[in-house]
């Protein structure tokens, strides 16, 4: 972000006011984004910085601040209120969303897109984003902007007052009714509260295993917690249907304890879980971070002290999940976090990778339990350039595998007393089958263990978003591009990527899912996915993404002890 300088024009002369605006935090996961300095009418002034990644350039994330004088600094914010903001090519905020008949809390970002224009359609509500583009406005040296009519929002504001000048009386008597109801069902519910734990009780057990295979696994969890009888159900939870969950976060300060969401694509329900996140040492409450999953665990950071935690959602659920704290992460040009095993197995280490933007120099830091700091364990320099991509390292047969956007692979020993960073003679040819070499990423580029194999998820960014698949011929140490997964489901998303066998008689082979998802008039949601087979999205490429999402994979293994 280049600096801000504030501006007096009301004059015969601009006079510059200030140029000592410091800027806001850097994002610690994406290292391009547009800033837009938003004035409103109040006198406040917002930044509404936009997370740029790719080629075609995509926008992935959006973070607001506001300008605090008294602290003489940016502070970060979940909401605007009741305002609009619309930033682009022109710059106007919508003071009252309510009177201009605009969507409150909401950002709309108007950017070029693939040579047209598209609306990308932040909001703060539900953290969510939507890219939508301008039909017509693909023609060369065209430009779009923003104009804002002088008649803006009268229409809306006359219905409004229209509809409130129905009566008073009229809203209270619909309350009191509503109320009314309400007391005569919690009445009801209250004296049939006696007889309804009885009947449950009595419910027998062979009955409710009858069940589990046909519910899902979070559902499985909430009918053992029903009552102390039903937590004792021997059947085995591996029959219950249980595929990779959606989590995503809510913003931080919108509620007293830290919750997130869970969406299961088997019962396709959310649910809300209550998620114990210590705030000792952390100055300050900015939102979760999303890095990466395994057996059952995430990592979770905190935007603004760099702090980082592992989490179990199941494990201790309900009571606010199994949460381990780590020291705050220092690195230049964080790439990606992982770790090796289960957590506390005795060869358990998280592992962290930054890298300096021209690939000259890798960094690896290293925790362990028990551990009060980060360990580091390599400044690799190499003759050989390493472009790496910024999506989690592999753990397969004891060695951490780290790829190149170009499809080369980096690997290091955690069992050595001095950790070495090695670049592999082989794979040397770039995966795409182009002799070009990319510097930057362009593309989504993962690496993935599946079967005791690494195999490559190449997603081109733009219109289509194609995705490639490759796998690893270790015998001749050459990537082999697959047609697709004829046995097994994909889970992607920005910043991690899951392959599993989908649960019996759920259509999802030769797929892969994406955080994106189409709402329906029901109030329920279509997940959006990628068909190797057609090689095209279904329902839509264009639909609602949470903006800090990953999938991961319960571990059954804690039930099954």
Known sequence: M??????????????V?????????????HNGYKCYPVPCPGGELFLVRCCLYGC??????????????????WETVDTIGDRTFFVGNFIFAVQSAAEAGTQPNCIHVLREVCGGFGIYTVSLDDMTIRLSIVEGSDDDGQ??????????????????????DVSNEVMQTRIEHCCGEQEKEDTGMSAAASREERQWRDLHTDLLQLLVP???????????????????????????????LLMTTQPAGRTKEDLVEIFDPVSEKKYSIRLN??????????????????????????????????????????????????PPLDILGLRGLSFSSVSGSPDFMVLAAGSTPNGEVVMIKTWRMGDEDWKDESAGHDNVTFFMASH?????????YFLDINGRLGVVDPNEDEMEWNILEKPNQPIRGS?????????????????GELIAIIRENGDDGSVRTFKLDRSRMVWSELEGLEDAAVFWDRSNALIVVPPTGEDSCNKMFLPNYSEINSGGRTQAFYSFQEQCYRPSFYAKEPMNAIWFQPDLDLYLQ
Not at 298 to 321: A, E, Q, T, W
């Open 143 to 164: 430009e779009v902007f923003w104009a804002l009519s002088t008649s803006f929002g009268l229409e809306a504001a006359r219905i409004i007052d229209t509809s409130d």
């Open 17 to 29: 006011e200030r140029a000592d605006m410091t800027r806001p935090p850097p994002c610690p996961v």
């Open 435 to 451: 002799v070009e070499v990319h510097s930057r990423e362009y593309y989504y580029n993962y690496l993935v263990e599946w079967k």
């Open 56 to 73: 075609p350039v995509e926008v992935v994330d959006v973070k607001v601040f506001r300008w605090n004088d008294e602290g003489n600094a």
């Open 2 to 15: 280049a600096s801000l300088v504030v501006v007096d024009a009301s004059g015969p002369a601009p006079v």
């Open 277 to 326: 996140i210590p705030t000792s040492g952390l100055q300050f409450q900015g939102s979760q971070l999303l890095h990466f999953t395994k057996n059952g665990w995430v990592i979770v950071s905190r935007g603004g002290d760099h702090m980082i935690f592992l989490v179990n959602l199941f494990k201790n659920y309900p009571n606010g999940g199994h949460v381990i704290a780590l």
């Open 214 to 244: 046909k519910i899902s696994f979070i559902d499985f969890l909430h009918l053992k917690v029903v009552c102390k009888q039903w937590n004792f159900i021997k059947s085995p939870i591996q029959n219950a249907k249980v595929s990779p």
């Open 392 to 400: 989690s390292p592999v753990f397969l047969d004891g060695l951490f």
